[in-house]
């Protein structure tokens, strides 16, 4: 595993010029789940550049998940600044059908458990959904459905209904309805997690082309051995925190 710290100094150099070579930037960022419960996030600051694959390590319950539901806008920080692509990613900016819209096309997110994502008839729907939404036709969005059926060797469950598929096909489907979208950036969260072994060397593989196409890869894992040398750095969530 290669460590690096030298893409986060020039990132807080050049952001000192007001133009921010990172792609993400949280300043202070603080984060509870109402008024009278803990604070889950508490003073985090983070600094990823364009293009880096970063591997977030944390015991359960330290807030992963919660800090992918901020970097995708699903939840607002108390205080504290996130910049996205040099956008300040407020309740304003969310607010705006428009940007909000360009905000999550740029940026997928695999959730922990993809049973929240999935929501179709179907599994070729479902892939379809978001570039359908984008606006692609229909020809465009065919071709863009059997490539990633093909590419994640699930072309015999395209007609099947998500739902009563199993957990890791699930898995696989929603990364599928993510690079539908072919975002810039991916948040996975646990994206081995419930995958047999040969599933997860396919997802490594995807990973790994995903990162030689300059993307930039924020991964959630508990198992180390999965995500190999994929990660230019290892972040532990409890260290990102100041108190
Ligand atoms: N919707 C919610 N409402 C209230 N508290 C929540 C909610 N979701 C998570 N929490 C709490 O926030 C804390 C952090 O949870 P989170 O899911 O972010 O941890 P995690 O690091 O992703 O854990 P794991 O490794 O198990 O996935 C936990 O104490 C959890 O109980
Ligand atoms: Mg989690």
């Known amino acids: 595993m290669k460590l690096c710290s030298a893409g986060a100094s020039l990132g807080t150099i050049i952001s000192f010029s007001g133009v921010f070579m990172s792609i993400i930037e949280l300043k202070d960022i603080n984060f ?15 600094s990823i550049e364009r293009g880096e694959c970063i591997l977030l390590e ?11 539901r901020i970097l995708n806008g699903l939840s607002l920080p108390d205080s504290g600044t996130y910049y996205f692509d040099s956008r300040l ?21 695999l959730f922990q458990n993809p049973d929240i ?7 070729y729907d479902e892939i379809g959904f978001g570039p359908r939404q984008m606006g692609l036709d229909d020809v465009e969005v065919d071709k863009r459905v059997r490539d990633l059926l093909k590419t994640f060797d ?10 009563h598929l199993s957990g890791g096909q699930k898995k696989k489907i929603a990364f599928a309805a993510v ?11 646990e ?16 990973i790994k082309n995903l990162k030689l196409m300059g993307k930039t890869i924020i991964i959630a894992s508990h198992d180390e051995s999965d995500i190999g040398e994929l990660a230019d750095r290892r972040l532990n969530i409890v260290e990102l925190m100041q108190d």
Do not use: Q, W
């Open 58 to 68: 944390g015991p359960n319950g330290s807030g992963k998940s919660t800090l992918f």
């Open 89 to 109: 990613i407020d309740k304003k900016y969310l607010k705006s059908e428009r940007d909000a819209k360009v905000f999550h096309k740029e940026i997928g997110y």
């Open 179 to 189: 690079m539908a979208l072919n975002p810039k950036a991916y948040i996975l969260d």
């Open 32 to 46: 509870s789940y109402g008024p009278s419960e803990e604070r889950v996030i508490k003073s985090l600051s983070l």
């Open 117 to 123: 994502m999935l929501f179709c008839a179907s599994v």
């Open 191 to 206: 994206p081995f997690a419930g995958l047999d072994r040969e599933s997860c060397e396919m997802i490594g593989r995807l």
């Open 154 to 163: 699930i072309e015999k469950l395209a007609d099947k209904a998500p739902y």
